[in-house]
C-alpha cells in the first residue's frame, strides 16, 4: 500500500512522514487527518484487546496505539448513538474502559 509522507494535519501542520518516524501524534486533528494510514495499528491493538483479555505487553508504541484506538472508539461510540446502534455502543465502551485501565496502570494486582 502507498502512503502520501506529504499529507499534512490541517491543524497542527504535521506531516504523515512524521507520524510515522515518531509515532507520535501532533494534535487530536491528527487523527482524523491520518485516518486511513493509523486504522490498520488501532485494528491490531483492538484484536490482540479482544483476544486476550488484557493488556500487551510493554513497549514502545503501545500508548500511542491505545490513544488512537480511543479516539476511533469514542467516534465510534458517538456515531452508534446517533444512528440508535444502542448495542454496538455498549461493547465499544466496553473496549474503551478496557484501554483505559491499560493506558492508566489500573490493571488489578
Ligand atoms: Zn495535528
Do not use: W
Not at 19 to 32: P, Q
Amino acid at each position: 500500500m502507498e502512503e502520501n509522507m506529504e499529507k499534512t494535519c490541517p491543524r497542527c501542520g504535521m506531516k504523515l512522514g512524521e507520524f510515522r518516524k515518531t509515532g507520535l501524534l501532533g494534535c487530536a486533528g491528527c487523527y482524523c487527518a491520518f485516518r486511513e494510514e493509523i486504522l490498520p495499528t488501532v485494528r491490531r491493538v483492538q484484536g490482540r484487546i479482544r483476544h486476550e483479555g488484557k493488556a500487551p505487553p510493554e513497549g514502545a508504541g503501545q500508548n500511542y496505539s491505545l490513544m488512537l484506538e480511543q479516539a476511533l472508539l469514542k467516534e465510534n461510540i458517538e456515531r452508534a448513538l446517533r444512528e440508535g446502534r444502542f448495542s454496538e455502543a455498549e461493547s465499544k465502551r466496553a473496549l474503551l474502559k478496557e484501554t483505559n485501565r491499560i493506558l492508566h496502570g489500573e490493571d488489578g494486582k
